[in-house]
């Protein structure tokens, strides 16, 4: 039996990945090790999160991000607790954050550490002055470079190669933690208990829906995209019940929430390039490339118009990407309008 069929619902994260390393006589508990790294920063975000209007915490720090954008006061917190959650253990000598221009060190792991962590600490972050989801983006990947500093061997390589765990952490009514260990691992949410300080799996084995009834996207930038994904939501928005539609529209502004949404329930999120944003707008290792780790796990589909996200050999940390993700049958539609072959 795996271990989802052994473990039900309620079962604390720590269990679920002792029942799953039982399946894996190799496996060397790293895995849980840095789960359990990761699920310390959700927990003490979420509990900024749940304050951080009363503590004068919102609105801009007066810095400037690497992406030029104006930085919130909560993204450099977020960004020291991913830091702080890592610092130790021998795990990860370094951090590939989007809060920080060059990657950061974590000198107490260089000596025996072997993995780098890719994270976007807190995304959607201008959602927080009106109370809306945001969300934590993370991807782990095994060292192939001699390290600890990231070598060009790393940061070249495709970002799926050895990624070991993927997925996000979503700041809504609740905090769930969703992640996939691979494509055999599948995708599992688990929500917070704050009571107990605990992540309980209350979404075992997520499967994307394979055709959905919602597109994501900001509608207000449609007359900026390219030719291809606006003709497809041109389609999306026409009377065809016999294919479900008009799709319905549902877009926060925070990425994780609008791909959450589309996990659970099918759908398409489209942030394409276009003429405001040639190389579009996401950032492809530690938002996209996560993302579509985890739709891609549950059954569904990511790309960036030409490829897989996942397929992607990236040129540097902070580089933006354009991004399709949901389910399958969506995107293959979608894809037949990239290509020209749709009306
Ligand atoms: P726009 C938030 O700033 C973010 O990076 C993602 O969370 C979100 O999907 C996107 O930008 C929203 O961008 O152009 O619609 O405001």
Known sequence: MSARSRVPVGTRLHRF????ERQYPQATGELSALLSQLGLAGKRIARLLSGAGLADQLGPSGAVNPQGEEQQKIDALANEIFLEAFSYGQMVPTV??????????????????????????LDGSSNLDVDGA????????????????????DLLARVSQEQVVAGYFVYGPSTMLVYTAGPRAGVHGFTLDPGIGEFLLSHPDIRIPRRGRTWSANDGNLATWDEG???YVEALRRVDPARGRPYSLRYSGALVSDVHRILLKGGVFLYPSGTEMPGGKLRLLYEAAPLAAVVES????ATDGRRRILDVFPDANHQRTAFFAGSRDDVEELEAFLSGHAE
């Open 134 to 153: 945001v969300g934590s983006v993370f991807s782990i990947r095994r060292m192939m470079g001699k390290g600890p500093v990231l070598s060009q061997v």
């Open 17 to 20: 990945l002792f029942e799953a």
């Open 298 to 301: 549950a059954g569904g589909a």
């Open 229 to 231: 994904p606006r003709r």
């Open 96 to 121: 590939v954050t989007e809060e920080m221009e060059l990657p950061a060190r974590l000198p107490e792991n260089e000596t025996a550490g072997k993995y780098i962590l890719f994270v976007d600490p």
